[in-house]
């Protein structure tokens, strides 16, 4: 594929929870190895727009307007999104509350197993030894440890490391991140924005990154997409937005975050 046509094109998405508007004549593009931050506060669509893209939406969910193309094809059939294809291989996602993606009453080695045997590898040992070898990757110094672990016995922060871990073994070329940082302390925070920077430096991973901490964010996005009351009132290269923000809205934002220091994610 040429790695100037586009991954994921969205134009002029619009959505609705019954009569209620959430995401009003979106425009996004991602292309491969892109990362795209979109920053907003709670309740702006940040994360409705995340489900729309994996077809996680509830059942009152109504797509009103606009496309969404998968490498210039359409995954739009009868208003709804068909990307069953997709999911796994080609895209997978992060969720906010690592907990909600693994089960409480399996180890991480076995829902590792489980999860690549729905992708056709069978080799239990294989995928232990490279599910190891990405857990060591992630900071992990006992990785064998980690993969005998159930999800309750390790914190918040290493949760969100396996989970991003899982999502590597699928080698997606398209990776969701919701909030992949909320309610991890400031050094925990900083490791996991480091190691998403990773995919793509790494992996050549294309990522939507959303979160609330636009200047956290602009450490490892290229483009940043400010999104309010489920319109995108501006974006452009992540610097540009930090530092000369159009919109009285971005500046708050920006105001109201601590700044990270770059050198922690190096």
């Not at 997978?92 to 909600?100: G, K, N």
């Not at 396996?162 to 919701?178: G, N, R, T």
């Not at 990522?207 to 995108?232: F, K, M, P, W, Y």
Request: glycine share 8%.
């Amino acid at each position: 594929m040429n790695k100037q046509q586009p991954l994921l094109q969205i134009n002029n998405l619009s959505l609705a929870y019954g009569a209620k508007e959430i995401l009003k004549a979106v425009q996004l593009t991602v292309c491969p190895g892109e990362i795209l931050g979109i920053v907003g506060s709670s309740g702006g669509g940040k994360s409705t727009l995340l489900k729309t893209l994996t077809g996680l939406l509830p059942a009152n969910a109504v797509i009103t307007g606009g496309e969404i193309l998968w490498q210039g094809h359409s995954l739009l059939i009868g208003g709804r999104l068909n990307s069953s294809g997709l999911l796994g291989r080609k895209l997978s996602m992060i969720f906010q509350d690592p907990t909600a993606s693994l089960y409480p009453l399996q180890t991480i080695g076995s829902q590792i197993c489980t999860m690549l045997q729905a992708q056709g590898q069978f080799d239990k040992a294989a995928s232990l030894q490279s599910a190891a070898q990405v857990l060591a990757g992630l900071d992990f110094s006992k990785p064998q440890a980690i993969l005998n672990s159930y999800p309750f016995q390790l914190s918040g922060g290493m949760n969100q490391r396996v989970c991003i871990a899982m999502a590597l073994l699928m080698k997606p070329e398209l990776l969701l991140a919701d909030e992949p940082t909320s309610g991890l302390d400031l050094l925990t925070q900083q490791k996991i924005l480091r190691h998403l920077l990773q995919l793509k430096t790494d992996h050549h991973t294309a990522l939507i990154v959303v979160s609330h901490n636009i200047s956290a964010l602009a450490q490892i996005a290229d483009t940043i997409a400010v999104l309010r009351q489920g319109e995108i009132i501006e974006s452009g290269p992540a610097q540009t937005i930090l530092n000369r923000p159009q919109h009285d809205y971005t500046r708050k934002l920006i105001e109201a975050i601590p700044h990270f220091r770059k050198e922690f994610l190096l």
